[in-house]
């Protein structure tokens, strides 16, 4: 398979610490295991609904907060 | 996709899953499988990057947690694939999840009830096989065997 654009580990690691959300659209994947590989950055943003606007634009997206994480969760 | 590998040292037990919008375009998910949720749901980020008008949903949910009591929009999402199944026009809730959960949603009952599911919280493995006849069942617990 082709590689295209940046691993997305290598990409999040270098927005981590930022408080925002980073949308990558994924421009290769796995061929066994279907996960994605690489991608490129599309936007970055602390804004929800600014972050999915901007992933519309990509033909395969996700979505990453790189900033504090909780521990504790209840929902 | 029957034994699925988690990071048990989250606390949390978050798996992969893929969500398509209208026109085919996938999402790649970190979802939270919380069996104490009632009704599964996403961020508004993730629904709105598939195209989703959440603010013009016109239908609503009465959603109590256990901190609060709170309204959010419910919409349909067009595809929802979990643990190798595929889930078509689901209606799921958009949920304000805090930006500092790390998880893109939550698998409620509505999703999770569909499967028979084990966990091994020491080794961080999660069985899950849908229902379904004999041979899933026999399936299913064979796969426990191996991740007991």
Redesign the interface.
Known sequence: MEQKGEPIEQILERYKGQ?A?V?IE?LSVDPKTQ??LTGRVIAVT?D??E??????K??????R?V????????? | MPTIPFDASR??ILV?AIAHAIDG?????NV?V?T??GRTGF?????????IDVDASEQTIRLN???ESLTVPVVNLPILRVFGVDFLNMPVLCLP??????A?G?LGFDVLSRFRLFVNYKRGLLVAEPFGGFLRGAKFFWQVAKAM
């Open positions: 408080n959300f949308v994924v996960k994605p602390p929800e609904t972050a999915g606007l901007a992933a519309r990509a033909k395969h997206f996700l979505i907060w900033g504090e994480v909780a521990e504790v969760i209840i929902v | 606390r949390v992969r375009r996938p999402a790649e998910l939270l919380d104490g949720a961020r508004r980020s993730t629904l709105i990057g598939l195209g947690t256990a901190s999840l805090p930006p500092t959960v790390p893109d939550v």
